[in-house]
């Protein structure tokens, strides 16, 4: 069997095909149970987060594996297979391990470093545990990855800038500003009570929001966070600026009223439809009014007026009020009153629509007086706004114009167009930071005038364009990002090295046991020769062939123990089993006894998350049976496989 894993993430697919093929909690379920049932798959783990879907299997073939594997992401994700098929990727083997590893060290991340990636893999290895999908490779694979992800956080500063997805996108909120001076005094609305939401609101409360605002489905997870927040952050040190966070929990009915006192919203739910609709967002601002120029950038609320219920101006609808001033038609002995045109909708004097209509002897009379003003300003030797045609120069031009004005009956502007400044957009009085995968809020939200919305799209967009702009130092960030590419690329060694070794383990075990059945056939048909042996006699000569045998056989066990866990030596098992004649159902029947042995066909395998101080697989370890040789105890049919450590504790980092 071998490790296999096809999967898409943020590097391979747009987000709006992660967000169509993501998997909610009952399809992953689903997913385990339909891997595992499937010919080419033992056993079968999925990690599904914001911004990757990938599904790890044990395959007896590649090929059939990654054509099943694939079928079944499309056909739980609901996204044709053709469709799906360019977007996904393939790691096999050592690969396979790498990648996972890679992940779980943040390597991977949208945000180099992150370390929400080590409860989401704790999380999937849980729930393969719960559906007993996850038999020893996965146990093994997933438990390492977690023990390798801490090895990288604790030995090195890949996380030296403290960020999380949730501070990444609270940086674009900010625009080059801390997070904490863009966040102090607001009023923060939290939706969603599980792990992302709750980095989000104790992220917002250690950046000095005045209030954090919970709602969840489930009010008693919301009541339950808010409570964790109000103990941990409502009460500030004496000395330190800023007021206590005043947290409070509420019903997700109450959402709407929420928004309308919210300066700044986090939402990731689990939901499969929208939370937030643009019209709710719109209905949220009815009472709000954009603030003045010399007001943007101020307060949380200060900014904020109400006016009835609705956002009054004093300016024309329609009429804009940026334009640059324009004598035309208000000079004296100008033949054209333009005062009307001016209060057209859409429309600048300076352009052609301020004389549309105009009768071409009217025009002949202005173009006359702009002509004698030109001639008059030029003799000044200052410039004038109209260039006069040079008629010998010219004369191609002029019959040209000459010949549209008797066509059409006025003559054609020929000016050219204003340049139109795009009218600014005001400033932000709701934040929206959408980090739910598919999407919570509605992305037509973001063309509400006064909203800012950013979602895992754009936050992809803004890791891959400034991914230096989010550290304090990129040389360091350089160095640590090397520093933990050495340690996947030993630990993937370490891995694999100990699969390989384990891999043969249930061959020598069953080498033992086929030994020690030819010892005890030998020691009785001696006791039937020489029935006078008292039991003293009979335990030496037992002890004595039971030695012979251990110093025939502890040579090669070994040497092929260690063969093994080289790079290629997988061959060894089977040169052993033809070797020494050995039955596979015995080799088979050893690694029944030892998936027995650790829990894993009745799921009582436990995640231990990567505590444990000795870098020792605890939820079952690669390469451990149920029997075990101490070099001593042969007859007892023992064997000590060497359990599995990290690269770390055997002196290889």
């Known amino acids: 069997m071998s490790l296999l894993v096809v999967g898409l993430s943020h590097r391979s697919a747009p987000v709006s095909v992660l967000e169509r093929a993501a998997l ?78 890679s992940v779980a ?58 960020q999380s997805l949730v501070t990444f996108g609270l940086e674009q909120f900010a625009a080059g500003a801390s997070v904490d001076a863009w966040a102090r005094g607001k009023r923060a609305l939290v939706i969603g009570a599980g792990s992302m939401s709750s980095l989000a609101a104790a992220t917002l409360a250690r950046a000095g929001v005045a209030e954090v605002v919970v709602a969840n489905r489930t009010f008693d997870r919301a009541e339950r966070l808010a409570e964790l927040l109000g103990e941990q952050y409502g009460q500030r040190p004496d000395g330190q600026d800023g007021t206590d966070v005043l947290a409070r929990a509420v019903p997700m009915d109450a959402v709407a009223g929420e928004l309308t006192r919210a300066d700044v919203v986090v939402s990731c739910t689990g939901a499969t439809g929208l939370v937030l609709t643009a019209e709710s967002v719109a209905a949220a601002l009815e009472g709000r009014t954009v603030p003045s120029p010399a007001g943007a950038g101020g307060g ?30 208000t000079e004296d002995n100008c033949p054209l009153d333009l005062s009307a045109v001016q209060a057209t909708a859409g429309f600048s004097v300076l352009g052609e629509a301020a004389v549309a209509g ?39 031009a002029i019959a040209a114009l000459a010949a549209a004005a008797a066509t059409v009956g006025r003559v054609p502007e020929r000016r050219r167009p204003e340049p139109v400044a795009e009218a600014p957009r005001p400033a932000p009085v709701l934040s929206l930071l959408d980090l739910a995968m598919p999407r919570d809020i509605d992305a037509a939200a973001h063309r509400l005038p006064g909203v800012r919305l950013v979602d895992i799209e754009s936050l992809a967009d803004a890791s891959a364009t400034v991914p230096d702009q989010r550290t304090p130092s990129a040389g360091a960030m350089a160095a640590d990002v090397d520093q933990v590419r050495r340690i996947v690329a030993d630990e993937v060694a370490a891995f694999g090295a100990a699969l390989r070794a384990a891999h043969i383990t249930p061959t020598v075990v069953a080498l033992r046991t086929m030994a020690a059945d030819v010892v005890a056939g030998e020691i009785a048909r001696l006791d039937g ?3 006078g042996l008292d039991d003293k006699q009979r335990g030496e000569i ?23 866990a080289e790079p290629g030596g997988a061959g060894y098992a089977d040169a052993l089993r033809t070797l020494f004649d050995l039955d596979q159902e015995t080799v088979d029947a050893v690694s029944r006894a030892d998936d027995r042995a650790d829990g894993r066909d009745s799921g009582d395998g ?48």
């Not at 300016?315 to 640059?324: E, Q, Y």
């Open 105 to 162: 060290c943040g390597l991977d991340s949208m945000v180099i470093g992150e370390g929400q990636i080590l409860g989401q893999i704790k999380d999937a290895l849980a729930t393969s545990q719960e559906v007993h999908s996850a038999g020893r490779l996965l146990n093994d694979l997933f438990q390492q990855a977690l023990r390798v992800g801490k090895r990288a956080h604790s030995e090195t500063g890949i996380d030296r800038a403290g």
């Open 542 to 564: 037992t002890q004595t062939v039971r030695r012979v045998v251990d110093k025939l056989l502890h040579a090669p066990t070994v040497r092929v123990k260690q063969l093994a």
């Open 606 to 653: 436990r995640v231990d998350n990567g505590r444990s101080g000795n870098g020792r697989v605890d939820g079952g370890r690669v390469g451990r049976t149920d029997s075990t040789f101490d070099g001593t105890a042969f007859g007892a049919h023992t064997f000590d496989s060497d359990n599995f450590e990290s690269a770390e504790n055997r002196g290889r980092a």
């Open 529 to 531: 020769r020489l029935p």
């Open 24 to 101: 909610p909690a009952d399809a992953q379920v689903k997913l385990l149970q339909d891997t595992v049932a499937a010919e080419p798959a033992a056993e079968a783990a999925v990690l599904a987060t914001c911004n990757r879907i990938e599904l790890y299997a044990d395959v007896d073939k590649f090929h059939a594996g990654v054509a099943e594997l694939s079928t079944l992401l499309a056909r739980h994700s609901g996204v044709g297979l053709e469709e799906l098929t360019p977007y996904l990727y393939v790691h096999y083997e050592d690969r396979a391990v790498h990648h996972l590893f």
């Open 358 to 396: 105009m009768a071409a002897a009217e025009l002949e009379q202005h173009a006359a007086w702009v002509d004698k003003g030109a001639s008059a300003t030029a003799s000044e030797g200052q410039t004038g706004l109209t260039v006069v045609l040079d008629p010998a120069a010219e004369a191609e």
């Open 300 to 329: 949380s609320g200060g900014a904020l007026r109400a006016t009835g219920g609705s956002v009054r101006t004093t300016a024309t609808p329609g009429v804009r009020d940026d334009l640059p001033p324009t004598s035309v038609g």
